[in-house]
């Protein structure tokens, strides 16, 4: 069951992320409340951009094991299904969900989830730019989690719902949720037997 389920979550994300977007653009878009808007943009650019490193093309997993991983780096251990999984679906879906369930009136907490995809983005262009080629992700990335970002900082603080002095602590959470992934990976991998 759980291998079907590592198999299926990032193409079962893609029509979660048009469902959103159509709750957004058709059935609800006038009376949306902006925070809420954007945390659920947030969640299905999120879901899009999986299935771009999952499925089509997909091949992440073998890019990281192959490109990124460093057995006397940073990134010292293999990506493996379960956490591949822990880190899109229980880390990435769960703090959006939970960002949208309990602190979708929170600017500056909608503002570190968008943060922390746009962190995302920014790693996979400077991934493409080390290595002088395609990534997966890197497309949507590009596509939707840097301009997310970068729109939804100038449109929060130009409205005066997040602060100069809020700026600080966006910035600080969002490095600090960033640094979740490899600490998921670490906890995540192969056990030497």
Not at 74 to 90: A, E, H, P, S, Y
Request: charged share 15%.
């Amino acid at each position: 069951m759980i291998n079907l389920i590592y198999r299926n979550w990032a193409k079962a994300g893609l029509l979660f992320s048009l469902f959103i977007l159509a709750y957004i653009y058709l059935i609800n878009k006038h009376s949306m409340p902006l925070l809420e808007k954007y945390v659920l943009l947030n969640l299905a650019f999120l879901m899009i951009h999986q299935f771009e490193e999952y499925v089509y093309p997909g091949t992440f997993k073998e890019y990281f094991n192959t490109r990124i991983y460093n057995p006397f780096g940073f990134f010292r251990n293999k990506l493996t299904d379960k956490g591949i999984f822990w880190v899109n679906v229980i880390l990435g879906w769960g703090l959006n969900i939970a960002v949208l369930l309990f602190f979708r009136d929170n600017p500056q907490a909608v503002m570190t989830a968008i943060g922390i995809i746009f962190i995302n983005g920014i790693m996979h262009f400077f991934t493409a730019f080390k290595t002088r080629g395609y990534n997966p992700g890197v497309v949507t990335a590009a596509i939707f989690f840097i301009p997310l970002g970068l729109y939804s900082f100038n449109k929060f603080y130009s409205a005066g719902m997040i602060k100069t002095v809020d700026i600080l602590l966006i910035i600080v959470y969002s490095l600090l949720g960033s640094l979740m992934i490899p600490i998921t990976i670490y906890g995540c991998r192969e056990k030497r037997r």
